[in-house]
């Protein structure tokens, strides 16, 4: 049963009212997920409360979905013994993230609560690098041997299934751990109970290296639409899995870095309800400040045309409508490709492909756009604002159009190639970026044409 | 294996050199997914003939993959009872997918050599509106009975496997198909052989209905970490199940859309390399022309302080930095704002609480930006440009910078929310939108400022 509005308010009072049986026998069946978001609706001093209330293995499964500062209070109210069921019940990918996002001395108790196993287990992912493969695999997977029986096999996961992550996808390994094969539960089923593993299983498995970036990793998830991948290290050694739901979740984050990215904010990870009004001006304020400094150059470039804006203000007028555009045209441009990208739809040597579909494309649009525009003019513009508006100075505003639009869609497209090949994320080289580079190309193409055709 | 760079070569050179059983022996071990890449990079006069080397079941699972245009071409080179084959292997998500976009006399041939059974669902399937949970349900699931046995729905499994899309969640119905319970094969194999289905299945089971949005259905899938979810009809009937992977491409498919609304164009599905330079131009133009003509309004209202600008040309030198800014800082709200509605962060009640924050990030962020602005006029732009700027004039820059990030933060956070509850995309209030808006009351408020403070 999911917790909608109303049965959340019911819970709610329940526990104000300390009816906790009543309370217990109503989470019995909710799941994990939506208990999780009712921490999010009670005063910290109910948070541990709350967390007794529940049977143990639902409460390990309500702990993990929690935010780390609310894991955090928990686990400052959890005696010893708590604690120790908890961490029993946490899967190994989860007990890491516990340990990456605890202060020192929560981290200090955890390991303490910890078998002699796990603290092994858990210092050697946190050797992992961030965002790579072993960050986020978990070490808890079916392993069987090539020469068991799918009887065998079965007997083996039923033994063991109650704590491994995924048991539908079961890895053959040899005597020193190097991935041989796979085979999922559902083959199993369809072969014969007396088979041998070895003659079932595939032995093409595709699997990834420790190191590999996370985002390969859950792309390749997507790709092939499995349930689960192998993680391997260096040696071919078979050293732990990353399952589907942690592919969503790295897709998912990374989507949201690029949509703050792209608008020149630094990712922020925390729901925007619950983020400090602190840490989103943090957030935002570092890009303003440079794009706004960097804003400079469009000022220096009107300076140097004081005089001829001075004789002809009506030019003023469409700096707005022109920068904008090439804003607005760089950015498709710009966004499309890291999108491609980030995809793995183009790579650097395209480059040339798609200069070429860009400037076909800057083509259309800037003819298009330049011929309303110069519609517009005479028929809008000179009878609402400038009756002196001339051919030349139409003219003028509609070749600066296209000439910009042209610019921006190939500043739009290359930059972000180049710095993707440079090594660095190419999401940076989005809408802000572009604009303002792109401004002063149009504010430079303006004037030029502007002192050319209009002598000034 | 995967197909890399290399071993694409090698099979591109076995198919030109008419190799075809070499080929085949080395397409055996590839994915299907990396078989399908393989066509884009064949004309298309070998389609046919690679398809056809291919075992059968795999030759399907390549066929699902490809895009609309290619699986076009292979089924005008298909016999009838190739055809057959091929829908023989398709579950019926996939033979939907097919009938929705390919013509008609290609659609005629699809339905003519179904079975009658599989045409009655395919039908009922395109019913469902589009985006909706039924059109991107599979009817293929194992559905089990509340007296069965956990051995008797383990000999059901082994019976059906082969034909269902996912086995690892069995959903419990009534008589008359009501969804009443759910066990996963995991929970069956830990179960006794002699257990009853009733006594062990879970029987409050998370489900959706046919017309709920594919996207809430994709963010439940991911909330709760479920590999698959029953969709029920409005009697609770339950008539189909979406998976995960499907889940997956629906976010996928949601991220991108909102990447291009958001940068002011309309989505285009094909991947960018092979999409036409008219279908690029025609997403791109509109959004471009309409806010083009939308920036008519900044035009005018220059224009109707030009005898403040031939007076103090000073100021023109600073309207690109503020409009930047002014964008910038919109489109930094409306973006978060836009996200945090369509993640479900945020709902039309918090809109108190969201404005009541941004306006604290606006003034933190307008009070530093003024700062530095002020600061930056003394020590560079009058030193490097203009020798006349005084402190009133910096004061109306500074002023307004404030005022229109101000403005920018509260139109960015408030038009997505009120165009969310009227019903429409919030993702077209993004930054293009905002820009042109923030732009218009930048420049009315410089202007004002400005004739206030400098008596022009």
Partial sequence: MELDEFSLENAKRLLDEKKYADLRKMLMDVPAADIAEMFEEIPKNQFAILYRI??????????????????????????????????????????????????????????ANSSAEDRKTVNELLKYPEDSAGSIMTTEFVRLKEDMTVREAFALIRKVAIDKETIYTCYVTDNRSHLIGMVTVKYLLLSDYEAKIKDIMQDNVISVKTLDDKEDVAATISKYDVLALPVVDEENRLVGIVTVDDAIDVMQDEAEEDFAKMNAMAPVETPYLRTPVFSLWRSRIIWLLLLMVSATFTGMIISSFEDALRAQVVLTAFIPMLMDTGGNSGSQASVTIIRAISL????????????????????????????????????????????????????????????????????????????????????????????????AVSLLVYFAFATMFLRL
Same sequence: chains 1, 2.
């Fill in 54 to 111: 529940l049977p143990k293995e639902l409460a390990a499964d309500v702990f993990v979905e929690l935010d780390p500062d609310f894991q955090k209070v928990l686990i400052e109210a959890f005696s010893d013994k708590e604690l120790r069921e908890v961490l029993d019940e946490l899967y190994m990918d989860d007990t890491v993230d516990l340990v990456e996002e605890m202060p020192a001395n929560v981290v200090k108790r955890i390991l």
């Fill in 344 to 439: 793995g739809e183009v790579e650097f040597a395209d480059i040339v492909k798609i200069i070429w579909k860009e400037i076909r494309v800057a083509f259309l649009c800037g003819i298009s756009l330049g011929v309303v525009t110069f519609g517009k003019i005479f028929l809008v513009d000179k009878l609402l604002m400038h009756r002196e508006i001339t051919v030349p100075v139409a003219l003028v505003v509609c070749l600066t159009l296209c000439i910009t639009v042209l610019c921006a869609k190939l500043l739009g497209c290359t930059l972000p190639m180049i710095v993707a090949k440079l090594g660095f994320d190419p999401a940076v080289m989005a809408s802000p970026f572009i604009t303002t580079i792109v401004d």
